[in-house]
């Protein structure tokens, strides 16, 4: 299984920036996709995940009505479009998805239920 994710870059507060993240080597459809971000410094948290069917989308709280969350399960493809972007929001994203059993309903929060993951995209927000 492989994951790529792409599209980082050097922008300005309140530039916009799209992610993609391509999946390889699992029915990417049938898993959800899960967007994490690492400060330097910082432990990796949970940025944005989205069931396979797309039915639902779930974002954490200092992204929300910013960033959005989609997929094309034709090519295999996640993004994060990222809007208004903030200072605070410089980091490495990681494109994450498990195939294996979840026993509780936030698993996608938590970077310890994921077995698979992308190199990573740096984003960097300048002032």
């Known amino acids: 299984v492989q994951l790529q994710a792409y599209g980082g870059g050097s922008v300005h507060t309140g530039d916009s920036q799209r992610l993609s993240c391509t999946v390889s080597?699992?029915?990417?459809?049938?898993?959800?996709i899960t967007w994490f971000r690492q400060a330097p410094g910082k432990e990796r948290e949970f940025v944005s995940a989205?069931?396979?069917?797309?039915?639902?989308?779930y974002y954490e709280d200092s992204v929300k009505g910013r960033f959005t969350i989609s997929r094309d399960n034709v090519h295999n493809t996640a993004y994060l479009q990222m809007n208004r972007l903030k200072p605070e929001d410089t980091a490495i994203y990681y494109c994450?998805?498990?195939?294996?059993?979840?026993?509780?309903?936030?698993?996608?929060?938590?970077?310890?239920?994921?077995?698979?993951w992308g190199q990573g995209t740096l984003v960097t927000v300048s002032s």
């Open positions: 994450a998805q498990s195939s294996r059993f979840h026993s509780f309903s936030t698993w996608y929060r938590f970077p310890r239920e994921y077995e698979y």
């Open positions: 989205m069931t396979g069917s797309g039915d639902r989308k």
């Open positions: 080597g699992l029915t990417f459809s049938d898993y959800t």
